[in-house]
Structure formats: structure tokens, C-alpha cells
């Protein structure tokens, strides 16, 4: 399944690697303090680590917050330069692994089993 109708028309992207431990209040305590936003409002943020190969994703959703979050297995999200807003196309991209300002994208990867041989 896809998540990718998301539900809002704004996407803000938070350009400093955020401490993936960090669930709902802490996310939407940033969004509030330091990206000076209101979470409640129809956009989703998005937040990666320093490593940039996890995600997180946090919206309202009527009567209460949505958390996405992707982890790579092998290469790193494309972060993009610019500070602020990303169009959902864009997001869409960034989680596909494509470089939004270059649209290069990342090999896929297949696997077999979630165990790796010691």
C-alpha cells in the first residue's frame, strides 16, 4: 500500500537532523518553537536524522496526529538545501530516494529475509 495522497497541499521541511527518539509532542514542540508553525495546521512536516536515512512525517488529521516514518536500508535521503517548503510531489520524491534538485534517483533493493547473516 502507498501513503501518498497526502491530505494537505503544504509540506515544510526541517533542515537540522532531529533526534529520531523524538515521537508526536516532541516533533510538534519544533514545529511550534523553532519552526515558528502550528502543527494543527493542514501541512506535513518532515524531519530526517543526522545519518539522513530515517524520516519522520507529522500531520493533524481531524482529531489527532498522524507519525510516518521510513528507514533505508542502505543509501541516505537527498535532503534538500533549501530551507522551508517542499511542494507533496517533491516529498514524494525525497521518500522515493530521488535527489529533488538533481531528480536522481536511488537503485532499489531487494532482499530476502530482515536477517542478516553473522
Given at each position: 500500500?502507498?501513503?501518498?495522497?497526502?491530505?494537505?497541499?503544504?509540506?515544510?521541511?526541517?533542515?537540522?537532523?532531529?533526534?529520531?527518539?523524538?515521537?508526536?509532542?516532541?516533533?510538534a514542540?519544533?514545529?511550534?518553537?523553532e519552526?515558528?508553525?502550528?502543527?494543527?495546521?493542514?501541512?506535513?512536516?518532515?524531519?530526517?536524522?543526522?545519518?539522513?536515512?530515517?524520516?519522520?512525517?507529522?500531520?493533524?488529521?481531524?482529531?489527532?496526529?498522524?507519525?510516518?516514518?521510513?528507514?533505508?536500508?542502505?543509501?541516505?535521503?537527498?535532503?534538500?538545501?533549501?530551507?522551508?517548503?517542499?511542494?507533496?510531489?517533491?516529498?514524494?520524491?525525497?521518500?522515493?530516494?530521488?535527489?529533488?534538485?538533481?531528480l536522481?534517483?536511488?537503485?532499489?533493493?531487494?532482499?530476502?529475509?530482515?536477517?542478516?547473516?553473522?
Amino acid at each position: 500500500m502507498r501513503i501518498r495522497n497526502w491530505p494537505v497541499s503544504q509540506v515544510y521541511v526541517y533542515r537540522e537532523p532531529c533526534d529520531m527518539r523524538k515521537s508526536i509532542d516532541g516533533l510538534a514542540a519544533i514545529v511550534e518553537l523553532e519552526m515558528t508553525l502550528s502543527p494543527f495546521q493542514p501541512a506535513l512536516f518532515v524531519f530526517c536524522n543526522r545519518q539522513r536515512d530515517k524520516v519522520k512525517l507529522l500531520y493533524w488529521e481531524r482529531n489527532g496526529f498522524v507519525l510516518w516514518y521510513k528507514r533505508l536500508e542502505k543509501q541516505r535521503f537527498k535532503w534538500p538545501r533549501r530551507l522551508g517548503q517542499i511542494s507533496p510531489e517533491q516529498l514524494s520524491w525525497l521518500l522515493d530516494g530521488i535527489d529533488i534538485e538533481r531528480l536522481q534517483p536511488h537503485s532499489a533493493l531487494h532482499f530476502k529475509t530482515v536477517m542478516s547473516p553473522d
